[in-house]
């Protein structure tokens, strides 16, 4: 299995700051025309540091800025940096956008898998070239259109994950059953992030609460007046929802 040392970054700032909750970084859709979006983003980065395990980073921020986002975000958050470049290509491509994802400074990326098995395993295998880094494989989707196309393959996906040795898979806080289904199939080892949270519906501590192990929030963090007290609010809302749970 590949990422054992962004596991463990991940469970080290988990522990430290007491959370379950990664900030999603994209880009508000009033922001694109403005200057400063970098500075804007990584300040809000910055303050929301403390109340978070990790910071995934999308295409938005990186085309409205540079991949260079992604060694500030590392520089300025302290925190494990995700490359969220759902990567979809062809297994040459597909390495080439690892491989630049990382020494951009990424320590784990998220891939698709319905391009099929020669395609995430190239995305695995330039991982492994790296040593330690993670990949993040997407058998399900939040929105509303995950249901037409994926969804129904959602099961097949999960298993090619498991055969190229992911580190772990996307799960829709928006469907805790679909979450639920997940961590049966696939087990302890797979590690479950699960996106949706506040702005498409999803409440703090639900997905954890069927077997996610982080929860992803961005637009309710990232467009609040407030991120800091924002992302300390969510953090302890997941907090007490999932306290009594056993694992």
Known sequence: MVGERFRSQLTEKSRENNSKLILALDVAEGDVEKEGIDKKYLNILAKAKDSIAAVKIGYPLVLETNLEILTRAKKRGKVPVIADFKIADIPYTNRQITRSAYRAGADGVIAHAFVGQDSLEAVVQATREEGGR????????????????????????????????????????????????????????????????????AMPGDAIRCGADYEIVGRAIYTSENPKKEAEKIRKKINKRTENLSR
């Open 134 to 201: 993670g990949v993040i494989v997407l058998p399900a989707m939040s929105h509303e259109g995950g249901k037409m196309f994926i969804q129904p393959v959602s099961n097949k996906m999960l298993e090619l994950a498991k055969k190229v040795k992911a580190t772990g898979i996307i799960g829709p806080a928006t469907r805790p059953e679909d979450v639920e289904n997940l961590r049966t199939k696939a087990g302890k080892d797979l590690l479950i992030f699960t996106p949706g949270i506040g702005a498409q519906g």
